[in-house]
C-alpha cells in the first residue's frame, strides 16, 4: 500500500494464492478529520479518524478469473486504540453517487449518549453533518434489509438516503462485539449510487435476541 500522504492518491496491491487486487486510489473530495469536530473524535474510537471517497481503478483476479472495474470507492483511517465495548450500538455509514455526491455518518451510541460525525460533499460543497435521523429495517435475525436515512448539515442542506440492500456478513474484530456489513443499491437526493451499512451489536446481545420471542 502506498499513499502520498497528501490525501489525494493511494495505489494498493494486495496478492494470495487465492485472490489478487491491484488498484489506483484518487480523492474525489478533502479527508474529513473527526478531530475537527467541536467535541473532537470520541476517544474510545479512536485518537483521530479521516474518511474519504473516491475513484477506484484496478483489477481483481479470482482464481482465473480477471474483472477489471472503474467505480467509486471510499477509504478510512483510525489512529490509536478503539475500545468497542465502550460503545453499545452503531450504524456506520458510507455512500456515493458517482464523483458528484459522497455521504458519510457514524451514529453511534456510547456512554449515555448518542454522538454523530460525518459530512456530505454535493454540489462542490463539502460539510459537516449536524443531525441524523436514520430508520433501518432488520429481518428476523437483526440483518438489516433497508434503511432510510435523514441528514442535515451545517449548510442547511438536507440529504435524503434510501438503500436496498443485497448482501452482507459478520465482522468480529472482538469477539464480544460483532459488526453486521451490508451493501446495498443506495439512492441519494433521488440519484442512484451505492452504499455500505455497518450496524454494531454486542454479541451477547444477538445471542439473547435469537433465543427470545421476537418484539
Not at 492518491?9 to 491491484?22: G, I, L
Not at 476517544?43 to 474519504?52: G, M, S, T
Not at 449536524?130 to 434503511?147: I, L
Amino acid at each position: 500500500m502506498a499513499h502520498d500522504l497528501r490525501f489525494d492518491r493511494a495505489r494498493v496491491h494486495w496478492d494470495t494464492p487465492e485472490a489478487r487486487v491491484d488498484f489506483d486510489f484518487e480523492a474525489s473530495h478533502p479527508p474529513y478529520a473527526y478531530g475537527s469536530h467541536p467535541r473532537g473524535c470520541p476517544p474510545y474510537a479512536a485518537d483521530n479518524r479521516i474518511e474519504q471517497s473516491g475513484r477506484v481503478k484496478g483489477t481483481l483476479a479470482l482464481g482465473k478469473r480477471s474483472i477489471s472495474f472503474d467505480a467509486t470507492g471510499h477509504r478510512d483511517h483510525s489512529w490509536g486504540v478503539r475500545d468497542w465495548h465502550a460503545m453499545q450500538h452503531y450504524e456506520w455509514f458510507v455512500g456515493q453517487v458517482g464523483d458528484e455526491v459522497s455521504v458519510h455518518f457514524w451514529h453511534i451510541q456510547a456512554l449515555g449518549r448518542t454522538e454523530v460525525r460525518g459530512y456530505v460533499y454535493k454540489d462542490g460543497l463539502m460539510a459537516v453533518v449536524a443531525d441524523v435521523e436514520v430508520e433501518v429495517e432488520f429481518d428476523k435475525d437483526y440483518w438489516q434489509r433497508c434503511y432510510t436515512t435523514k441528514l442535515t448539515d451545517e449548510a442547511g442542506r438536507v440529504t435524503i438516503v434510501t438503500t436496498e440492500v443485497f448482501g452482507h456478513y459478520t465482522l468480529v474484530p472482538d469477539p464480544g462485539f460483532h459488526l453486521r456489513e451490508s451493501e446495498g443499491r443506495s439512492t441519494i437526493d433521488g440519484k442512484r449510487g451505492v452504499g455500505w451499512m455497518e450496524v454494531a451489536w454486542p454479541a451477547a446481545y444477538l445471542k439473547h435476541l435469537a433465543k427470545v420471542v421476537q418484539y
